[in-house]
């Protein structure tokens, strides 16, 4: 759905701006390096010392299939998103498809949650940061972002959508070291740099592809113009030849 000209300078930047997203977020899976530790910690939900909050390291075997689940929810979701777009254009209403999607989404989530988690005592709600945590997931997360993501590939297409995706990673990252006093490595800092080069280069590369587009526009429609002009010049003075 997306054209590349590799021979153009915004090809080009197009094509290094995914590779350098893909960089980056190989460099987030398998590159830690040094730990590092902010000079202030905001714990925004509870109190955590210094014996309780220890940093844990997955294991590798857990880090690699982490890896592999996600980067088959993302390809998934990609393959959403080009679907996405070619529903939107025979079905614009994007309330009621945000309401469908949703309604289908908590169906599967329900079923698969009965599968993983069969206490019933998880399932008990009470006044506290679990419910607004999933009152904030189901309104915001869920229905609002939804909507949204239809609304931005009605304008603007699936390309855009996808590539700004991972700035959610990003924003993760550095928001549970800013509020909850995670720990963040070298590694998830170089990724999160990367990522938002990358996102950046595919934009001016797409922005200058449709500003040449545009020209070309005008161009086109401004020799329209000049020749039924000269049409109509000749047509209301036309020539007379005398023999």
């Excluded at 599967?108 to 998880?122: G, H, N």
């Excluded at 931005?152 to 993760?172: D, Q, W």
Aim: glycine share 10%.
């Amino acid at each position: 759905m997306e054209t590349v000209k590799l021979k153009t300078i915004s090809g080009i930047a197009k094509v290094g701006g995914i590779a350098i997203c893909m960089a980056g977020s190989a460099t987030i899976a398998f590159c830690r390096g040094p730990y590092l530790k902010l000079l202030f910690h905001h714990h925004l939900f509870g109190h955590q010392n210094g014996q309780q909050h220890q940093l844990q390291v997955p294991s590798g075997t857990t880090w690699i299939k982490g890896c592999f689940l996600m980067l088959t929810s993302n390809c998934f979701w990609g393959f959403w998103l080009v679907l996405q777009a070619r529903v939107m254009k025979s079905y614009p209403t994007k309330l009621l498809f945000t309401t469908l999607q949703c309604f289908l989404s908590s169906i599967q989530s329900f079923v698969i949650a009965i599968a993983l988690e069969r206490d019933p005592y998880k399932w008990k709600l009470g006044w506290n940061v679990k419910l607004l945590a999933i009152a904030y997931c189901g309104i915001v997360v869920t229905g609002v972002t939804y909507y949204l993501q239809a609304w931005v590939i009605e304008k603007k297409g699936p390309v855009f959508l996808a590539m700004s995706t991972p700035l959610a990673l990003v924003f993760t990252i550095f928001s549970s070291a800013l509020l909850l006093g995670d720990i963040i490595s070298l590694g998830s800092v170089l990724g999160g740099i990367l990522l938002v080069g990358g996102l950046y280069s595919v934009l001016w590369g797409k922005s200058k592809e449709h500003k040449m587009d545009d020209g070309i526009c005008l161009t086109v429609e401004a020799q329209k113009e000049c020749s039924e002009s000269k049409e109509a010049t000749t047509t209301k003075n036309p020539t007379v030849l005398l023999v």
